[in-house]
């Protein structure tokens, strides 16, 4: 009897669309799930008549597989998966692959490729975005961990991810341990950031315009035939036209609360980390855990003053104006987030290939879009380039944009209307094209009361002084370093 190429373990959504995904190009995949029914629904039903093959034990999992075995866990993040790798290893042979393609976070995935490595086998850990359709369909997978483990799973990831324009697969290696996680995870930052974005577009044009969801849904309809064009801005398209049985916007009916499950927070943990300024796709988070104070907002409105929504000028202006406040913004969160990359790889000392991350996010992920082609446009270019914003083409846009970009910022702070994102973005763009930062009071700052040191504008870089302030104080100068 031929064995299956390949088990899964974990048959919730993304598990089953996983395996179909992979049966439907041609791979016979074993099944294995903790809850026998699951299997044997599976099974019996959309399974049924395929080369899917039902397990009901991890060791009837693994002696149904071809060597080197290759099991994937489609299973909860944390201690679920340190278990089930116990569990696995007993099992497996020298050689053969345990793949993680849930969301973990990047330093459990290195310490589990370390840890599976010194028992003999494999292990990767892979990023797949584009929820269960792009399980199905063909999502955006981003593999790291042990690259001995690569030739083995390639023909079926790239087989089942999704593809651009000219059939190249968005799937290709990112780097070792937790490499593949680590740009899964700055990607689903920036995905709370395009979000954030988009948010405060509509209430720029629900609060301060006035617009009607149906007036706003042909909007975004036709900035998603621009250099707006991507997944995100396509589905705020059609949620704004869904009606409920009533004729009534669905859109306006939900509560105000976001919901988050941590990557966002984990992406600004590793900002903190590494001392990059990730400050748009922070605020996207700090906006959600706002929005989850639903009802002490609710009491501050009735307390809290503030100025009038309402925005009295030409309304067709202001639209174009938020179209790019929204684009040069979604420029500068994508700078900070490869700007995050480049940081993390000196530190881990992965050799990431940003444009080829690009490519893998033009196609079958969440924040997939156009403006995708051009970051890999602009790494093609100049693989060096330390900020997008110095590429010529986002220079050049951005200096179309900012304009408009400004006055949306400043009406809305004159309007009350809350822009963390956005404003967020501009003050980072300002303080990156400043020669001279006030940075300097803050060092004598920190210098008068810690004796921290600073250094001059007018000696070389690398030497520190220190300044007795208040003539009470000593010549002796606190350590200087930065975490």
């Not at 400043?410 to 940075?439: F, K, N, Q």
């Amino acid at each position: 009897m031929k064995k299956s190429d390949i088990g899964l373990v974990g048959l919730a959504v993304m598990g089953e669309n996983l395996v179909i995904n992979m049966e439907s190009h041609g791979f016979c995949v074993s099944v294995y799930n903790r809850t026998a029914q699951k299997v044997t629904r599976f099974i019996n039903g959309r399974a049924k008549g395929k080369n899917i093959v039902g397990t009901y034990s991890l060791e009837e999992l693994v002696s149904s597989l071809e060597k080197p075995r290759k099991v994937m866990l489609m299973i909860k993040a944390g201690q679920a998966v340190d278990d089930m790798i116990e569990a696995l290893l007993p099992l497996l042979e020298s050689g053969d692959i345990i793949i993680d393609g849930g969301n973990s976070h990047f330093p459990d995935t290195a310490r589990r490729t370390e840890y599976v490595e010194s028992r003999g086998m494999l292990y990767i850990g892979t990023g797949v975005s584009g929820g269960e359709e792009g399980a199905l369909h063909g999502s955006s997978m981003m593999p790291g961990g042990s690259y001995a483990a690569w030739k083995h799973v390639k023909p079926i990831f790239q087989a089942i991810c999704a593809k651009v324009e000219d059939g190249t697969p968005c799937c290709d290696w990112v780097g070792e341990n937790g490499a593949g996680h680590f740009v899964k995870m700055v990607h689903n930052g920036i995905e709370y950031g395009d979000m954030q974005l988009i948010c405060e577009a509509y209430q720029l044009m629900r609060d301060g315009l006035g617009m009607t969801a149906d007036e706003m849904h042909a909007v975004f309809a036709k900035w998603n035939e621009g250099e707006l064009d991507s997944y995100l801005i396509e589905i705020t398209r059609d949620i704004l036209a869904y009606k409920d049985e009533n004729g009534q916007p669905v859109v306006d009916k939900i509560l105000d609360t976001a919901g988050q499950k941590g990557t966002g927070k984990w992406t600004g943990i590793a900002a903190l980390d590494e001392g990059v300024p990730l400050t748009l796709i922070g605020e996207a988070v700090f906006a959600r855990c706002l929005s989850s104070m639903k009802e002490e907002r609710a009491a501050a409105s009735k307390k809290l003053a503030g100025p009038s929504a309402k925005f009295d000028g030409d309304r067709d202006c202001f639209i174009r104006d938020i179209k790019d406040a929204l684009y040069a913004s979604k420029i500068v969160s994508y700078a900070q987030g490869y700007t995050l990359m480049r940081s993390a790889a000196k530190t881990y000392g992965w050799d990431l290939d940003y444009g080829k991350i690009a490519l893998m996010w033009r196609g079958g992920c969440i924040i997939r879009s156009v403006f995708l082609g051009k970051i890999k446009d602009a790494f093609d270019s100049d693989p060096a380039l330390s900020n997008l914003l110095l590429d010529p083409y986002f220079a050049s846009a951005v200096k179309s944009a900012q304009n408009g970009w400004r006055r949306v910022c400043a009406a809305a702070a004159l309007h009350g209307i809350p822009l963390p994102a956005m404003s967020s973005a501009l003050g980072y763009y300002d303080g990156y094209r400043t020669e001279r930062l006030p940075a300097n009071l803050l060092q004598a700052q920190r210098d008068y009361f810690g004796a921290h040191t600073y250094e001059r504008v007018d000696r070389p870089r690398g030497e520190f002084f220190h300044t007795n302030w208040t003539g009470q104080g000593g010549d002796t100068a606190a350590t200087n370093y930065n975490v």
